[in-house]
C-alpha cells in the first residue's frame, strides 16, 4: 500500500477464499505428503477490505517473518515425530528379518546405524524443545528455531534413509511403510525456508553477536 505518493510498504492481509478474484489451481500431485493438499492460488483483481488488515500498517514484512519463525518449530516437530516412526520401523523390521541363519539386528551393522539413527533423533528433539521453551519464556527464538527446523529436517531424511536401508530391496516397496516415510522425510529440508536459508538465519545472528 502507500502511504504517500512515492512511498511504498509491505502489509499483511487475511484474504477471505469467497473474495472475488480470489482462485485456487489444480492440486498438484507431490512426492510425498499426500493428505496435506497443495495448490497455487491466484489474485485476480481482487479487493481486500481495509479492516483485513494483518498486524499494523507497513509491518507485513515482520508479520511473515514471526510466522515463519513459529511455524518452523512446528516442522522441526512433524520431522521428530517421522524420525520416532522410521526408527521403531526399522528396528522391528530388524528383529524379524533374518539373513545366514540370523536376525539381522545382530549384526553390528545393523546395529551402528540404529544407534546413529536414535542419536539423530533425540538431539532433533531437545533442539525442537529448546526452540518452544524460549517461546514460552517471551524471549526471543529466531535463531533457535532455525537451528531446530535444519538440524530436525536433515536428521529425518537421514534416520529415513537408514531406515530404508535396513529394509534393504522391501524399503523400495510401497508394501513397507518405510517408503512413504522416506518420501514424507524429503519434504522438511524444503519448506518454511530450506536448509540453506536456515543457515543463512542462523549465521547472520550469530554474526551480530560477535
Given at each position: 500500500?502507500?502511504?504517500?505518493?512515492?512511498?511504498?510498504?509491505?502489509?499483511?492481509?487475511?484474504?477471505?477464499?469467497?473474495?472475488?478474484?480470489?482462485?485456487?489451481?489444480?492440486?498438484?500431485?507431490?512426492?510425498?505428503?499426500?493428505?496435506?493438499?497443495?495448490?497455487?492460488?491466484?489474485?485476480?483483481?481482487?479487493?481486500?477490505?481495509?479492516?483485513?488488515?494483518?498486524?499494523?500498517?507497513?509491518?507485513?514484512?515482520?508479520?511473515?517473518?514471526?510466522?515463519?519463525?513459529?511455524?518452523?518449530?512446528?516442522?522441526?516437530?512433524?520431522?521428530?515425530?517421522?524420525?520416532?516412526?522410521?526408527?521403531?520401523?526399522?528396528?522391528?523390521?530388524?528383529?524379524?528379518?533374518?539373513?545366514?541363519?540370523?536376525?539381522?539386528?545382530?549384526?553390528?551393522?545393523?546395529?551402528?546405524?540404529?544407534?546413529?539413527?536414535?542419536?539423530?533423533?533425540?538431539?532433533?528433539r531437545l533442539l525442537t524443545y529448546k526452540a518452544a521453551d524460549l517461546i514460552d519464556k517471551g524471549k526471543p527464538?529466531?535463531?533457535?528455531?532455525?537451528?531446530?527446523?535444519?538440524?530436525?529436517?536433515?536428521?529425518?531424511?537421514?534416520?529415513?534413509?537408514?531406515?530404508?536401508?535396513?529394509?534393504?530391496?522391501?524399503?523400495?516397496?510401497?508394501?513397507?511403510?518405510?517408503?512413504?516415510?522416506?518420501?514424507?522425510?524429503?519434504?522438511?529440508?524444503?519448506?518454511?525456508?530450506?536448509?540453506?536459508?536456515?543457515?543463512?538465519?542462523?549465521?547472520?545472528?550469530?554474526?551480530?553477536?560477535?
Amino acid at each position: 500500500t502507500e502511504i504517500k505518493p512515492g512511498v511504498k510498504k509491505l502489509n499483511a492481509f487475511i484474504v477471505e477464499k469467497n473474495f472475488p478474484g480470489f482462485l485456487a489451481s489444480k492440486i498438484e500431485e507431490k512426492m510425498g505428503l499426500h493428505s496435506s493438499l497443495t495448490a497455487e492460488y491466484v489474485l485476480e483483481d481482487c479487493q481486500v477490505p481495509a479492516e483485513n488488515l494483518l498486524g499494523e500498517e507497513g509491518k507485513g514484512a515482520a508479520v511473515a517473518f514471526h510466522c515463519l519463525d513459529g511455524s518452523r518449530i512446528g516442522i522441526a516437530a512433524q520431522a521428530v515425530g517421522l524420525a520416532d516412526k522410521a526408527i521403531e520401523e526399522g528396528v522391528k523390521y530388524a528383529q524379524q528379518r533374518e539373513a545366514f541363519g540370523r536376525k539381522i539386528s545382530e549384526f553390528q551393522a545393523i546395529q551402528f546405524m540404529i544407534a546413529d539413527m536414535s542419536t539423530l533423533r533425540d538431539a532433533a528433539r531437545l533442539l525442537t524443545y529448546k526452540a518452544a521453551d524460549l517461546i514460552d519464556k517471551g524471549k526471543p527464538y529466531t535463531k533457535e528455531s532455525s537451528m531446530a527446523k535444519l538440524f530436525a529436517s536433515e536428521a529425518a531424511n537421514k534416520i529415513a534413509y537408514q531406515a530404508l536401508q535396513i529394509h534393504g530391496g522391501y524399503g523400495y516397496s510401497k508394501e513397507f511403510l518405510i517408503e512413504q516415510l522416506y518420501r514424507d522425510a524429503r519434504a522438511f529440508s524444503i519448506y518454511e525456508g530450506t536448509s540453506e536459508i536456515q543457515r543463512l538465519v542462523i549465521s547472520r545472528y550469530l554474526l551480530e553477536e560477535c
